[in-house]
Structure formats: structure tokens, C-alpha cells
């Protein structure tokens, strides 16, 4: 029996092409589309119709937060490969959609004069045709009516066809263009008319029975006798199934293309409709920066040319004067560490001195503290043994307060201290032992006739003798 599965060399293979898949799906660019600030829920819904329109080249779940700022977005694009922005924003007046190109921009920032979601034209066609299979492939790119009419619209043109993988005309498959992407632009009102269709391939040059037969659903052929009554005269159909088709879109296909009759070399009509969202724009002017730098054109702004030079001159010396600051921090950045290393150096110098010091003069005698010192200790010691009377109202102990003077006391010895002094010296201290087998802070005594007195806590007094 022979080795079941793949061989090594099949193995090898099939990890080149993966290879070669994921390099040519990293050079294609990719989008980040979402809405900032409090943009309404209208404006929320566009933009995850727009990235509905971007798949599936784009991040199809990113959330941005509200305290997310636009660095962090461009922080984390960088690692992702993401090559442009597509960002919507409201404010109280009008709602912008600003296109952005990574990582040195520029920025195009647009007006959105009218828009309409996907649900709301989906809603208004007799029949759609909308499927998950065709966004498994990006969109074809139709630009119209950007010819030579300015800078502006030249870089116009360049970023949105920027915005797919190009297409290579003679190798392109016709079964991964499901979809195509129509951007119009008006020189008159100079906007721009932004909808997004599905295509369909239908073979032409046949009776209106013949398509029936070829579509995915049957027709009812119930109430015919013969086939042929539906192939001749298309009984049963109504005249709204027949579309017009003309010389505007009938087209002979290159390759076989999916369908039923889509065959080589034959004749095929190419219908549109439409799926949304449509939008109306406006350029309104060009950065050249990520959001921010020298504006390159504005619609509503006009300088001249010594305006621009004044601009141009004022950034320059903004700048200078951002790099004189950079070197004068750098030098005092510079200066401090030199002084604190000097400082550190002389630290060390001195206490390796004074160690050395130390160590030479530890046999001599300690002269001690001067007369004024001593004084000025003994007087505070005399002072706190004082406190120390008064609050105790007794000598404290010699070693206490060796310092202060001894004082004799002139009030009369208490009782203590006389008990003291009758009692005979023991030669240690010596305390009558507990009684055992009873509670703590009790003590018994004998009475007159041998009785057992306890005057212990929450005991009964001895009874009082009665003359």
C-alpha cells in the first residue's frame, strides 16, 4: 500500500502558494472606516454601509472608543498594514467625510451634502439582488468625467483609485466582479455623486421563455399543452420580466462567466442595480499631512501668492525656533549631568578623606564638648527632671537625669515611704502568696474567730456586730 496523504512535494507547493496569498493580500491596501464625536445614529449606520462597501479589504468589526484619539489609530494601523483612513464626523451644521492616506497623508476632507443608507434603497427596488458571495471580492472602480480640470481633481482620481488593488485587464477573472463602484464628478456644481451597484450577466438573443428556462426558478407551465408554446410565444409571463436591453450594455464576454448561457465569444447583456448607500460630495480642501499640515487647496479660501510666501516664511521660522529650543534643552540637559557628576566625584573625594582620617587619629583621646555645651545640656536635664517632679511628684532615679542635681525633698515622707522604713530589711521582696482555687483580685483574710472574710469585687460585706 502506498503512503496516504500528501507527498512532500505537494506539501511544498501548497506552502509557496499560501506564501504567495498572503504577500499579495499584504500589498493590497486596506481601510479602516468608522465615525468620531457624537455623530447620530443616521451617520453611525453610513459608515458601516461604507465599510459594507470596502469589504473585504476592511476591518469588517472595529470599535473605536470615545476617548480613542486619532494617533492611537494610526498607531495600531501601521502593524495591520492599513493604507487609508475613511472617517465620517457631524457637526451642528454639516457632515464631513474625510479620506486619508497612510502613513505622510494626505487629507481629503468632503461634504456630505445628501446620503441615503443601503435599507432605504434597497427598500425602494421591486427586486434587489444582494448576496453574501459578492463581497468576497472588492468592487470595481468606474471613475467618469475626471479629466484635466485641476490639481485638485487629478489627486481626487488618485486617492480613491488608490483605495483597491488595481486590475490587470487581460489576466482579471470576470467571476470575482460582482460588484462595481461608480464615482461620478460634476465640473458645473463640482460634486461628486457616489453609488454602488451588483452586476448581472444575462445571455441576450433569446425569447423571453428561453430566459425563463435558464433562470434558477422554473416557470409554472401548468396551463401549457407543449414546451413549445412557452419558447414561441412566452405564455404566461408578464411584459415587467422582460428588461430592455440595447447597445448601452450588451457586450460579447471574453470568458465563460457563472450563469445559465454566459458562454465564451457569446452575446451578454451586463445589468446594474443599484444596492446602496448613495452619497453626494464635495471637496471642500486637501491637507497634506494625517489631519493636520499646510492646507494644498481649499474651495472657499483663496491666497495669493505672497499670502502663501508669508505662510511658508512663518513655518520656517516656527520651526527654527523649535530646534533652537531642542538644542538649548539638549545643552542643558547636557551641563546638568556634568555637574552632577562633578558633584558625585567630590562627594566621594570627601569621604574617602574623612574615612582616611578616621582611621589615623582613633588612639587619641576625645576632647570632648565644650564648657558652653556642657552647660546648656545640664540645664535642660535639670529642666526635665523638674517636669518630671511635678508630674510624677516624685525624685526620679539617679540614672534618669545624671546631669541634673539631686534635690531634697522638704515635704513630709508618705505613707509608703514610712511603711518602708519601719519595715525590717529582708534582704529581697517578698509577697504573701495567692489563694489558691479562687478568682483573681480576690484576697482572704482570717476573721476574729478563724471565719474566711472575702472582700473580693461583687462580694457580700462582713455583717456589722450590734453592741
Request: aromatic content about 4%; hydrophobic content about 35%; charged content about 30%.
Amino acid at each position: 500500500m502506498g503512503q496516504s496523504g500528501r507527498s512532500r512535494h505537494q506539501k511544498r507547493a501548497r506552502a509557496q502558494a499560501q506564501q504567495r496569498n498572503l504577500e499579495a493580500y499584504a500589498a493590497q491596501p486596506h481601510s479602516f472606516v468608522f465615525a468620531r464625536g457624537r455623530a447620530g445614529r443616521g451617520v453611525r449606520q453610513l459608515s458601516l454601509d461604507l465599510r459594507r462597501v470596502m469589504e473585504p479589504l476592511t476591518a469588517t468589526r472595529l470599535q473605536i472608543r470615545k476617548k480613542n484619539s486619532l494617533k492611537d489609530c494610526v498607531a495600531v494601523a501601521g502593524p495591520l498594514g492599513v493604507t487609508h483612513f475613511l472617517i465620517l464626523s457631524k457637526t451642528e451644521t454639516n457632515i464631513y467625510f474625510k479620506l486619508m492616506r497612510l502613513p505622510g497623508g494626505p487629507t481629503l476632507t468632503f461634504r456630505v451634502n445628501k446620503y441615503t443608507l443601503t435599507r432605504d434603497v434597497v427598500s425602494s427596488l421591486r427586486r434587489h439582488r444582494m448576496h453574501e458571495q459578492q463581497f468576497t471580492h472588492p468592487p470595481l472602480l468606474v471613475l467618469n468625467s475626471f479629466g484635466p480640470l485641476g490639481m485638485h481633481v487629478k489627486l481626487m482620481a488618485t486617492m480613491f483609485q488608490n483605495l483597491f488593488p488595481s486590475i490587470n485587464v487581460h489576466k482579471v477573472n470576470l467571476n470575482t466582479i460582482k460588484r462595481c463602484l461608480l464615482i461620478n464628478y460634476n465640473p458645473d456644481t463640482q460634486d461628486l455623486d457616489f453609488r454602488h451597484y451588483s452586476i448581472k450577466v444575462v445571455p441576450v438573443g433569446a425569447s423571453r421563455g428561453m430566459k425563463k428556462l435558464l433562470q434558477e426558478k422554473f416557470p409554472n407551465m401548468s396551463r401549457l399543452q407543449d414546451i413549445s408554446e412557452l419558447l414561441a410565444t412566452g405564455a404566461g409571463l408578464s411584459e415587467s420580466e422582460a428588461e430592455p436591453d440595447g447597445e448601452h450594455n450588451i457586450t460579447e464576454l471574453p470568458q465563460a462567466i457563472a450563469g445559465r448561457g454566459n458562454m465564451r465569444a457569446q452575446q451578454s447583456a451586463v445589468r446594474l442595480t443599484e444596492i446602496g448607500p448613495r452619497m453626494t460630495l464635495r471637496l471642500i480642501k486637501i491637507q497634506e499631512g494625517v489631519g493636520e499640515g499646510n492646507v494644498l487647496f481649499h474651495s472657499f479660501v483663496h491666497k495669493t501668492e505672497e499670502e502663501l510666501q508669508a505662510i511658508l516664511a512663518a513655518k520656517e521660522e516656527k520651526l527654527r525656533l523649535k530646534a533652537q529650543r531642542q538644542d538649548q534643552q539638549a545643552q542643558n540637559v547636557q551641563r546638568k549631568q556634568e555637574q552632577r557628576e562633578a558633584h558625585r566625584k567630590k562627594s566621594l573625594a570627601g569621604m574617602k578623606r574623612a574615612r582616611a582620617e578616621a582611621d589615623g587619629d582613633s588612639d587619641a583621646e576625645d576632647p570632648g564638648a565644650p564648657p558652653e555645651a556642657e552647660r546648656a545640656g545640664q540645664q535642660e536635664e535639670e529642666d526635665e527632671a523638674e517636669y518630671f517632679r511635678q508630674a510624677v511628684g516624685e525624685e526620679p532615679d539617679e540614672d534618669m537625669f545624671p546631669k541634673a542635681q539631686r534635690r531634697r525633698s522638704t515635704r513630709p515622707p508618705s505613707k509608703k515611704q514610712r511603711l518602708k522604713q519601719r519595715r525590717p530589711d529582708r534582704g529581697g521582696d517578698h509577697r504573701p502568696p495567692k489563694a489558691k482555687g479562687r478568682p483573681w483580685g480576690t484576697q482572704a483574710k482570717l476573721g476574729p474567730r478563724g471565719a474566711v472574710q472575702n472582700y473580693g469585687r461583687g462580694r457580700a460585706q462582713p455583717p456589722k456586730r450590734v453592741a
